[in-house]
Each structure stands twice: as C-alpha cells, then as structure tokens.
C-alpha cells in the first residue's frame, strides 16, 4: 500500500471512528456518549468524503448529526437520566470472560478482514467521482430505486403517526 495524503487520512477517520465509538459506550453519562456519537458520525463523514462520495458525506452531517442527534438528545432530556444513582462496578468473571471473548472476535475479524482485501484495491476507481455525486444518487434513486423509496417514506409516515399517539397517551 503506498501511503499518499488520502490513505493517511482515511486511516486518521478510521482510527478516529474507532476511537470515540468505545469512548461512546464505555461513558457512564448518556450526554457524554451522544457527543461521542456525534464525532463518530463527522468521522465517518471525513471517511466518506476521503472516497469522494460527497452527497453520502453531506447526508451523513446532516441527517445523523444533525436530526437524529437531536432525537437522541430530547429522548435524554425527556427521560431525565441525570437523576439515575450510579452502579458499583464490580469486575466479575462475566465481565473479564466478555471482555476477552470480543477481543478474540474483533482481532479475527479485523485479520480475516485484512487478508481478504490485501492487494485487491490498490487504486481508487476513476468514476468514483462521478458515482458520488448528488445527480448520479439521485438519478438512482428516483429511477432504479424509486419503489424502496416510497415504500420506506410510507413507513417513516407510519413511525410518526404513531409516535404521536403514543405521546398523546402519555400527556393525557
């Protein structure tokens, strides 16, 4: 692999994503974890744009970062987890044995990984560009997958609708 600017940085992202995803769920305070999810998702969007896929970059800000986030956030405040008294943690056998078994799992997953794609891309495709672009997703979206697409609307419809009653039974 020849170590250029975007290899670099594609590895900085990575390393990166990793980084704050364990900080995200070994955080006791659910505020502290949603701003580690926060930089897990620029990070990933740093990934994406580093592949030059611009949309899915921008999308990856604006829809996780942003709207879910803040779902994430009012979800937190409205359950009012501050108050929970903490846990003792106490290292019992469990915890070590689980603790070891996911990092056997992660190690052979990460060395079976890394033999499946050792010299299989060594440059990056030429219509990359073209493909990550607004028009080229769109196009795509809206001809070859314009039935996924409606059909996922339909359920988000139904999602809200339903969220509404059911805080409407809460409030009442």
Excluded at 10 to 39: K, N
Excluded at 94 to 113: D, E, R, W
């Amino acid at each position: 692999m020849h170590w250029t600017f975007e290899n670099i940085m594609i590895l900085l992202f990575a390393i990166l994503a990793l980084g704050s995803a364990i900080v995200m769920i070994t955080r006791r305070s659910p505020i502290v974890s949603a701003i580690y999810l926060i930089l897990n998702f620029f990070s990933i969007s740093g990934i994406y744009l580093m592949l030059r896929s611009q949309f899915v970059a921008i999308i990856q800000i604006l829809v996780y970062a942003g709207a879910i986030m803040v779902l994430f956030l009012f979800v937190i405040m409205l359950l009012n987890l501050s108050g929970e008294k903490s846990f003792k943690e106490i290292l019992s056998f469990k915890k070590l044995s689980a603790v070891i078994l996911a990092l056997f799992l992660f190690s052979s997953l990460g060395i079976t990984a890394f033999f499946a794609f050792k010299g299989k891309y060594k440059v990056i495709s030429p219509f990359a560009e073209q493909l990550g672009t607004i028009q080229s997703v769109g196009r795509e979206l809206y001809t070859t997958y314009s039935f996924p697409f409606e059909l996922v609307s339909f359920v988000l419809l139904a999602a809200i609708v339903g969220a509404i009653v059911l805080a409407q039974k809460k409030f009442e």
